[in-house]
C-alpha cells in the first residue's frame, strides 16, 4: 500500500533524524528512519527520536540512509512511498521513480522506555537556550561518565543546569514553577539533539532513574540518563568577601583573547599570563614561534597586584554564553579559580588557572 506525503514534510523529519540515523553494524535496520503512520522515528543506542507527520495511507516503511539525498534533491510535492516485500523501498515523484534496499520493520528496534510518572512542564525556549550555552563545557571523552552529561537539578521551582571538565564549569538557571526536586544527568548528545530540534514550546518533562523522555506537540525525544552523583559546584564558589572584583568590556576581551590563541598551536598550548595592576590587564602569550602583549584597560581598579596563567580559548568558549557590554571577572590569586558573571544574568562561569 502506497504512503503520500509531501517532500517538505519529510525532509523535515530527515534533517532533525541527523545525528541518530548512522551506521549500526550490530542492528542495521537502525540505519533507516521509520515511517510509521504519523510518525518518523529515529533510533540508536542512546537516544529515540519521534517527528509527528502529515502523512497519509501506507504501513510502516524503513527509509535508508542512502534514500536521504535523493529526497533532498526531488522537487518540491506530493510523493509515493512504498515498501516492496519489505526489502526495497520505491519513492515516486512525478515522472522520478528511485528504488533503494532497506531492511525488514520488524528488525527496527527501538529504544523507547516511557518512565512510570509524572511529567512535569518546562519552558522550552528558556531551557533550550541555558543548555545551549552551558553544554559546551561537558566532557565526552571523560572517564568520569557523570561528567559527559549536562546536569538538571531542580529545587524550589529554580532548575539549574550545570557542566564541566573538571577544568571549567558553566552554571545557568531557569525558573520553572512548580517543577518538583529532580537530579538528572542528561547525556552531551541527547543535550545536543535538543538543541538543535528548536522546541521553543513547552517541554513535558517525564523521567526516572533509568530514562527521559521530552516532548511537544511535534516532537519526542526518549533518552538514557547517565547513573552517578554529580559534583556539588556550590563547594566551588568562594565567598565574594575573598575576591576582587574586575569590571571589563566584554567585546575589548573577546577580541583581545581571539588574537592571544591565534598565537597557539594545535599541537602546544601555551598559557595567557595576564598581569593585573589597578585598571591595567597586561597579557602576554608566548610560543615557540609566535608571540602576543596586548594592554587592556578595565572599567574598576583592580585591588593589589595579581599574576595568573589561563587557558585563552577556554576562557574564549566561556564568555560565548553572555550578550552584555561588560562582564565581571573574580579573582582571588594565581592557583585560585577564575569566576564570570553578567549583571542580570544567572549565568555563572569558573575557569581554572593552568601553571605558569
Known sequence: MTMKINRYELMRAIDKAKGIVQKNA???????LLIDGQRAIASNTEITLEVKLEASGGTSLLLPMRAFDMVRNLPEGELDIEQDNDLTVVIKAGK??????SYKVLDFTLRRERPDADGVILPGGKLMEALSKVVFAS?????RRELTGVNLRATGGVIKITATDGHMVAIDEVIADGVSDMDLIIPKNTVRKLISMDMDDNITLTHDGRSAVFETTAYTIYSRLIDGKYINTDQLFAPDDQLHALRIDRMDLIAALTRANLCNSDETKHALVVQLNGQTIDMTLVASTSGYHEILEADTDFTGELKIGLNPKMLLEALKGYSGDIITLKLMGPRAPVYISEEDSALKMIVLPVNI
Open 26 to 32: 550490530s542492528i542495521p535496520a537502525l540505519s533507516a
Open 96 to 101: 522520478t521513480t528511485s528504488r533503494f534496499s
Open 139 to 143: 566532557d565526552d571523552t571523560s572517564t
